[in-house]
Nanobody, 119 residues
Framework: QVQLVESGGGLVQPGGSLRLSCAASGSFRSIYAMGWYRQAPGKQRELVATMTSGDSTNYADFVKGRFTISRDNAKNTVHLQMNSLKPEDTAIYYC?????????????WGQGTQVTVSS
């Protein structure tokens, strides 16, 4: 069984920084892509940033220049460094991974971690 566990959320003032981490555990063959999505109250879940196993990255326009995604393939983890945080970044942040457990790859989600940006 594959599990994704996020950590690093919390309360931060505008302009501050947070670093989210997500670790994949369980029995699987390989991890293709890992990334972060977020969902604010009353809004749909949206992509924040993703990174493939080949280190190709994709960022939402609203985080470019402020957030950085990174992976540690040896530890099956993905991180999201968030700088210059704004109140509109307040949301639950979810980790997602595309993981192959046999001959089929599937999407797996973490439970989410709350990020609140407020003075």
């Amino acid at each position: 069984q594959v599990q994704l566990v996020e950590s690093g959320g919390g309360l931060v003032q505008p302009g501050g920084s947070l670093r989210l981490s997500c670790a994949a555990s369980g029995s699987f063959r390989s991890i293709y892509a890992m990334g972060w999505y977020r969902q604010a109250p009353g809004k749909q879940r949206e992509l924040v940033a993703t990174m493939t196993s080949g280190d190709s990255t994709n960022y939402a326009d609203f985080v470019k220049g402020r957030f950085t995604i990174s992976r540690d393939n040896a530890k099956n983890t993905v991180h999201l460094q968030m700088n210059s945080l704004k109140p509109e970044d307040t949301a639950i942040y979810y980790c997602k991974a595309v993981i192959s457990t046999s001959w089929v790859s599937s999407d797996y989600w973490g439970q989410g971690t709350q990020v609140t940006v407020s003075s």
